[in-house]
């Protein structure tokens, strides 16, 4: 699975729902999903785009570089079937950088059921791999 695109909308006024099109296996999947704020939008899409039970255990967001602009850093660690992997996302944009850490996951989480509970290195996504 790789993202394609996310678009975001937030704010005040709610909901906040996220748009994404993923590339699954080679072929465009696009979801709309409201969330009780924009990343749970997010990773509701991918819910939505990708069944699956994974639980979330653990969502955290660092700032890598200094200022505004600063690149986020995001992980992500998702368990199920008795697993648990994390993975990293990282982009200017912190919504960004989450969903592709939360798809760095998953997609480790069917690497690991794939090859019987192998390990799997931890990755990361950059903003470069989008697209």
Sequence with gaps: MKLVSLSVIAGTRGPQR?????????????EECDGNGPVDAIFNCIKS????????????????TE???AQAEVSVRLAGEGRSVTARGADPDTLV???????????????????????????RLHSTEVG
Excluded at 18 to 30: F, N, P, Q, S, Y
Aim: proline share 2%; hydrophobic share 45%; no cysteine.
């Design 18 to 30: 996220a748009t994404m099109k993923l590339d699954i296996e080679g072929r465009a999947a696009l």
């Design 49 to 64: 785009l990708v069944p699956h039970e994974a639980k979330l255990e653990l969502y955290q967001v660092h700032a890598v």
């Design 67 to 69: 200022g505004t602009d």
């Design 97 to 123: 950088a989450s969903a592709k850490a939360y798809l760095g996951a998953l997609n480790k989480l069917m690497v690991r059921r794939q090859r019987g509970g192998v390990t799997v290195s931890e990755g």
